[in-house]
């Protein structure tokens, strides 16, 4: 947690760019976030997460088949 919290201030000083592309960066390192998330996730609750993946899929198919 420090190690990212580091980075983020060591971007932040070194940046002098536009805001469009500070707000690319923070998107990119909260969706690497997510995905680091679900991959720990899978790993200790497999069966939840299994669950939870056909559950969206379920859904998914459900409102395109509405449209």
Same mark, same amino acid.
């Given at each position: 947690m420090l190690l990212g919290i580091g980075i983020?201030? &060591?971007v932040d000083h070194l940046w002098n760019g536009s805001s469009d592309t500070i707000l690319t960066y923070l998107g990119l390192t909260?969706?690497?976030? /997510?995905? &680091?998330?679900? &991959?720990?996730? !899978?790993? *200790?609750?497999?069966?939840? !997460?299994? *669950? $939870? @993946? &056909?559950?969206?899929? $379920? /859904?998914k198919a459900q409102r /395109? @088949? *509405?449209s």
């Open positions: 983020h201030v &060591l909260l969706l690497i976030q /997510r995905g &680091l998330v679900w &991959l720990r996730a !899978t790993a *200790k609750f497999p069966e939840a !997460t299994q *669950k $939870t @993946a &056909l559950y969206a899929q $379920t /859904r /395109r @088949a *509405k």
